[in-house]
């Protein structure tokens, strides 16, 4: 079974620039996440699809970030602009029914 | 949900059982128990969960108090390859949402 991917797996930008990361979840999983992981703390969810609807976007921060999953599988995040504090890893997750969250391998974002 | 509490770091024995114990001592009876790790540079992977009974699988052992206070978890030889960053993670049934706390890092020595 492959697993979720994501692109870039590494991304340099300067402030105020904008970036966009990708995911491609799991076959057939219909919740998707992305999750915003700080150096040396647990990732923090940010936004979650069912389908192509948002379920919980408590914690994004809408003035600069926005997600999007049309058709409801592919799906992608953008920053726009970045600022410094947006440095950290962006992971990207999809589950089934069952709710076990598999994981992607992220997407480092480093702001200078 | 229900907050969980862990040591920030552990060191065990290449080969020796690793015990890593949580706290969460407001858990509901509707919220599971979650183990995940995360292996440097790599998201998060999931090891185990339970509600009230002891688990195993071909990863780790996982124990539960009587009172749910507490759990531990056990990964019975321990290798290199099992440094990382475990997290213990409650959530309750049928509700998707849970939250990582900073987890415990545990170094596997040789």
């Known amino acids: 079974e492959a697993g979720v991917a994501q692109s870039p797996r590494y991304k340099i930008i300067e402030k105020r620039q904008s970036v966009a990361f990708w995911c491609n979840p799991i076959?057939?999983?219909?919740?998707l996440y992305w999750y915003q992981q700080i150096l040396g703390q647990g990732p923090k969810l940010l936004i979650q699809f069912q389908n192509n609807g948002v379920v919980d976007d408590s914690q994004l921060p809408k003035d600069r970030f926005s997600a999007e999953r049309l058709k409801g599988v592919d799906s992608t995040l953008k920053i726009q602009p970045a600022k410094l504090e947006d440095s950290a890893v962006y992971l990207c997750?999809?589950?089934?029914?069952?709710?076990?969250?598999?994981f992607g391998p992220g997407t480092r974002l480093t702001v200078l | 949900d229900a907050k969980t509490t862990q040591p920030t770091s552990m060191d065990c024995a290449e080969g020796r059982a690793a015990n890593l114990p949580c706290n969460h001592s407001?858990?509901?009876?509707?919220?599971?128990v979650y183990w995940y790790r995360q292996i440097h540079s790599q998201g998060p992977q999931y090891i185990i969960h339970g509600l009230k009974n002891n688990e195993t699988n071909e990863m780790a052992s996982l124990i539960i108090t009587e009172d749910r206070k507490s759990s531990t978890l056990i990964l019975p030889h321990a290798t290199l390859r099992d440094t990382a960053v475990y997290y213990c993670?409650?959530?309750?049934?049928?509700?998707?949402?849970?939250?990582f706390g900073s987890g415990t890092k545990l170094n596997v020595k040789p």
């Open positions: 997750a999809s589950s089934s029914e069952v709710g076990d969250r598999f």
């Open positions: 076959s057939g999983h219909a919740t």
């Open positions: 407001t858990i509901s009876g509707n919220e599971y």
């Open positions: 993670i409650v959530r309750r049934d049928n509700f998707n949402k849970f939250y």
